[in-house]
C-alpha cells in the first residue's frame, strides 16, 4: 500500500441513528402531549424533519442532544405559512408526505438541486390511491412537491414494486390515519423501524413474514426514549478497521436490528475478524481488526438491509483477494447521485478496478489505491467513503471537494475519525515533518515531571529518529544517578554537565529532552535561541503537576521542599521556559499520546 497510516486505534461512540431520528420527531409531533427524545441526531437532514414539523404548528424544545416535542396529533397541524425546504432531504420528503396524509390543507415542498432531481412517483401512486392530491413536476413528480391531504383517507392493500423503507413508511404514516386496514407487502424486507415505533407508541400492527397489516386510525401516546447509534455510520469505521493495517477499532452503541445489520453478514462471509458484544435490546459494541479479505457475491434479499453502506462496501471488496460482484442494487441509482456511477467513477480514479453495471459493480481486488483528486459529488455517502479510501493513500496527493455534504448525516464525522485514526494522522505528517525540521534539532523543555522524556521517545519514534535524553545521557557518563550527581558535585557541576553535553549532540534531525532547570543558565537560553534548534515546550497546571510529583524521590531539587516553594521554583522557570520556546503546548490532564497527537498537529501547522 502506498498510504502512510500506522494503524487506527481506539474506540467511537455510534453517531446517532438517522433514520431513528426523523421517524422519532414525526411520531411524537403525531401524539398528543409531550415527548422526550434523547439523543437526536443534529444534522441537516433531520434539522429539515424538525424545522418542518415547527412550521406545522409543533412546538419543539432542544437542549443539547434532548428533544422535546409538544406533540399536537396528527388532527390538529396548521398549514405552513410557506413552502416547507426539504433541503436534501429524500426521507424528510417522503414520510412527511404520509404525516401530512390526512391534513386538509395545501402544502408545497420544495428541496435543493439534488432533491429535485429525485423521483417522488414511488410514493405519489400509493398515496393517491388513498385519496391525497398529490403531485410533482413531470411523470415522476419532481419536487416542487404539491400535496394537499383527505381527512377521509383510505386504506389500502399495497403490494411494493421496489424495497424501499421510505415509500412503506410513507404509506404506514398515512395508514395510521385512515379508517380501516393498511396492509403493505414487500418484495423484500427493508428497515422496520416505522413498524416498531408504530406497536411501542400505541399502534396495532402485525408483521408476518413480508406482509405488515396496520389497523386504523391509531391513537399514539407520548413516549421517552432513547436514539441508538447508527450502523450505517458506524459501517465506515468497521470498514476503516479492517482494511488499515494494524487496526483495532471498536464502534459503541451500535443498533443491531436485523433489517439494518446486513453489512455485518457480508463482513464476516468475506473473512473480516469481527466481534459483536450485545449491551442492550438490539444494541451491541462491535470490534473490527485489520483482515485478510476474500471477494464475494452481495445480491438477492440482503440488498435492502445494506443499502446505505453498499459505496463503503465497494471500497471494503477493493483490499479483498478475488472479485466482489453486487447485484440487485438499482435502488443505488436514486440516490442522492446515481451511486452506481459515482462510486466507480471516484474509486477508478484513485486507482481501483471497478467496473458499473446495471444493478451494481464488478470490483476486481486486491487493489493498491494512490492519491488523486476525488469529489464526493455533493453525496453524503460518497464523501465519507472516500474519507476512509484517503487511510490507504499519500495524503500529499488526494483532497476530497465539497466535504460539506457530509454534514447531512454525520456532522461528527471528522471529528471521530481524527480521534481514532490520531496515529494514522501523525503518521501522515512525519514524511513532511521529518522534512521540515531535517536541519534541526527538537528540544523539549518544561519543568520536573512535565513528560518530557516520555513525549520526546514517543516523538522520535513517530519520525523515526534517534531521541536523547541529557540526563540520562550525564548519568551514563557519570555512571551515577542525578540525586547522586547533586550530592556528590552539587548543582553547579550539573548545569555545566548539561550545557556540555547538549554540546556534543551534532546530529541533525534528533529529538533531546532536557532537565527542567536547563534554561536557567543565560547561555543555555541562547543556544536554544540560535534556530539551531525548535524548541518545545510542555506547560501543564501547577496543580496537575504537583500531584504527579508526590513521591517521586528521584528529583533532588525537590526533596524536603514546601509545595510554595516549588511553585515559586516552578513560576520562575516558567518564564525562562517561554522565552526559548518556539511551540507552547499548555496541557491539563493529557496522557503523553495525547500530548504527542497535539505536538504533531503544532508541527505540521
Not at 433541503?87 to 396524509?101: D, H, I, K, M, Y
Not at 441508538?228 to 436490528?257: E, H, M, Q, W, Y
Not at 481501483?352 to 446495471?358: M, R
Request: aromatic share 6%; proline share 3%; hydrophobic share 40%.
Amino acid at each position: 500500500m502506498n498510504g502512510n497510516v500506522q494503524g487506527l486505534k481506539g474506540t467511537v461512540m455510534a453517531s446517532s441513528d438517522k433514520s431513528i431520528s426523523h421517524r422519532a420527531i414525526l411520531f411524537a409531533a403525531m401524539a398528543k402531549g409531550d415527548s422526550v427524545i434523547h439523543g437526536f441526531l443534529e444534522s441537516e437532514d433531520t434539522l429539515r424533519t424538525l424545522k418542518a414539523m415547527e412550521e406545522l404548528g409543533v412546538k419543539i424544545t432542544r437542549a443539547g442532544s434532548t428533544v422535546i416535542v409538544h406533540g399536537v396529533g396528527s388532527d390538529s397541524f396548521t398549514a405552513p405559512k410557506s413552502p416547507l425546504q426539504m433541503g436534501n432531504s429524500g426521507t424528510t420528503t417522503r414520510l412527511l408526505a404520509g404525516v401530512l396524509a390526512g391534513s386538509d390543507f395545501e402544502v408545497e415542498m420544495i428541496g435543493d438541486e439534488m432533491l429535485s432531481k429525485r423521483p417522488m412517483d414511488r410514493i405519489v401512486t400509493p398515496k393517491r390511491a388513498m385519496g391525497e392530491q398529490i403531485s410533482g413536476v413531470s411523470e415522476k413528480h419532481f419536487l416542487p412537491l404539491q400535496l394537499r391531504g383527505n381527512p377521509s383517507l383510505v386504506p389500502i392493500e399495497y403490494e411494493m414494486p421496489i424495497s424501499s423503507a421510505q415509500v412503506k413508511s410513507a404509506i404506514l404514516f398515512a395508514g395510521m390515519q385512515a379508517q380501516g386496514r393498511t396492509i403493505v407487502i414487500e418484495k423484500n424486507k427493508s428497515r422496520n423501524h416505522t413498524e416498531e415505533m408504530i406497536a411501542e407508541f400505541g399502534g396495532g400492527i402485525t408483521v408476518e413474514g413480508n406482509k405488515i397489516v396496520l389497523e386504523g386510525p391509531v391513537t399514539l401516546r407520548p413516549f421517552e426514549m432513547t436514539v441508538p447509534g447508527d450502523i450505517s455510520s458506524a459501517a465506515f469505521f468497521l470498514v476503516a478497521g479492517l482494511i488499515v493495517p494494524n487496526s483495532r477499532l471498536t464502534v459503541k452503541n451500535v443498533l443491531l436490528n436485523s433489517t439494518r445489520t446486513g453489512i455485518l453478514e457480508v463482513i464476516k462471509k468475506m473473512g473480516g475478524l469481527l466481534h459483536i458484544e450485545r449491551t442492550g435490546r438490539n444494541v451491541g459494541d462491535i470490534t473490527v481488526q485489520t483482515s485478510k479479505l476474500q471477494g464475494i457475491e452481495i445480491s438477492g434479499e440482503i440488498i435492502p438491509r445494506l443499502i446505505d453502506e453498499l459505496p463503503i462496501i465497494a471500497l471494503l471488496a477493493t483490499q479483498a483477494d478475488g472479485v466482489t460482484r453486487v447485484r440487485d442494487a438499482k435502488e443505488l441509482k436514486v440516490k442522492e447521485v446515481d451511486r452506481i456511477r459515482a462510486v466507480a467513477s471516484q474509486l477508478g480514479r484513485l486507482g481501483a478496478l471497478i467496473e458499473a453495471t446495471e444493478d451494481g459493480w464488478n470490483i476486481f481486488g486486491k487493489t493498491p489505491l494512490h492519491g488523486a483528486k476525488v469529489e464526493s459529488l455533493g453525496d453524503h455517502r460518497i464523501g465519507m467513503m472516500l474519507m476512509i479510501a484517503s487511510l490507504l493513500v499519500n495524503d500529499e496527493l488526494f483532497s476530497l471537494g465539497d466535504k460539506e455534504a457530509i454534514n447531512v448525516s454525520y456532522p461528527k464525522f471528522f471529528q471521530d475519525l481524527e480521534s481514532v485514526s490520531r496515529f494514522g494522522k501523525e503518521a501522515r505528517v512525519l514524511s513532511t515533518t521529518t522534512q521540515k525540521f531535517s536541519a534541526k534539532k527538537i528540544v523539549l523543555v518544561g519543568f520536573m515531571g512535565a513528560g518530557k522524556t516520555t513525549v520526546g521517545r514517543l516523538l522520535a519514534n513517530h519520525l523515526s529518529t534517534l531521541f536523547i535524553d541529557l540526563d540520562e545521557q550525564i548519568e551514563m557518563n557519570q555512571g551515577r544517578s542525578i540525586c547522586e550527581i547533586f550530592k556528590r558535585l552539587g548543582e553547579e557541576s550539573f548545569r555545566r554537565m548539561e550545557t556540555e553535553a547538549l554540546k556534543k549532540v551534532t546530529r541533525q534531525n534528533v529529538v533531546l529532552s532536557t532537565g527542567g532547570g536547563f534554561v536557567e543558565d543565560e547561555k543555555n537560553r541562547e543556544r536554544l535561541k540560535s534556530g539551531e534548534f525548535l524548541v518545545v515546550y510542555l506547560s501543564p497546571k501547577f496543580e496537575n503537576l504537583y500531584e504527579r510529583l508526590q513521591g517521586d524521590d528521584k528529583r533532588p531539587l525537590i526533596q524536603q521542599k514546601t509545595k510554595k516553594e516549588i511553585e515559586e521554583l516552578f513560576t520562575k522557570r516558567k518564564a525562562f521556559y517561554e522565552f526559548v520556546a518556539d511551540i507552547t503546548l499548555s496541557l491539563e490532564a493529557e496522557s503523553p499520546e495525547e500530548i504527542l497527537h497535539l505536538l504533531l498537529k503544532q508541527l505540521e501547522g
